[in-house]
């Protein structure tokens, strides 16, 4: 079964740092494209972040730029999204995915609740 179980999401002031994990299970995280979405209160689930198979390409949100980093770990099999100067706005249900397009695989992660407020 293929799986991504995220973690590290919670409560942080605003200017602070989160970098919540995400882990693959039941495939090699190396094999996808991967990439961070989140969906605010309200609103409609939108990209935040996501970088090629092969790691030499990256893009992000114009909102997020100089700010939010996204990483793989081959070795530990987990992927990461690593968040700085967090705002209130962004606040949202942070979630990971991977997709393999020539297999057509595709593998969403629950989601973790990122909440920045003072």
């Known amino acids: 079964q293929l799986q991504l179980v995220e973690s590290g999401g919670g409560l942080v002031q605003p200017g602070g740092s989160l970098r919540p994990p995400c882990a693959a299970a039941?495939?090699?995280?190396?094999?996808?494209?991967i990439a961070w979405f989140r969906q605010a209160p309200g609103k409609e689930r939108e990209g935040v972040s996501c970088?090629?198979?092969?790691?030499?390409?990256?893009d992000y949100a114009d909102s997020v730029k100089g700010r939010f980093t996204i990483s793989r770990d081959t070795a530990k099999n987990t992927m990461y999204l690593q968040m700085n100067s967090l705002k209130p706005e962004n606040t949202a249900v942070y979630y990971c995915?991977?997709?393999?397009?020539?297999?057509?695989?595709?593998?969403w992660g629950q989601g973790t609740l990122v909440t920045v407020s003072s």
């Open positions: 995915n991977a997709r393999n397009d020539f297999t057509d695989l595709e593998v």
């Open positions: 039941g495939f090699t995280l190396g094999d996808f494209a």
């Open positions: 970088i090629s198979k092969s790691g030499e390409s990256t």
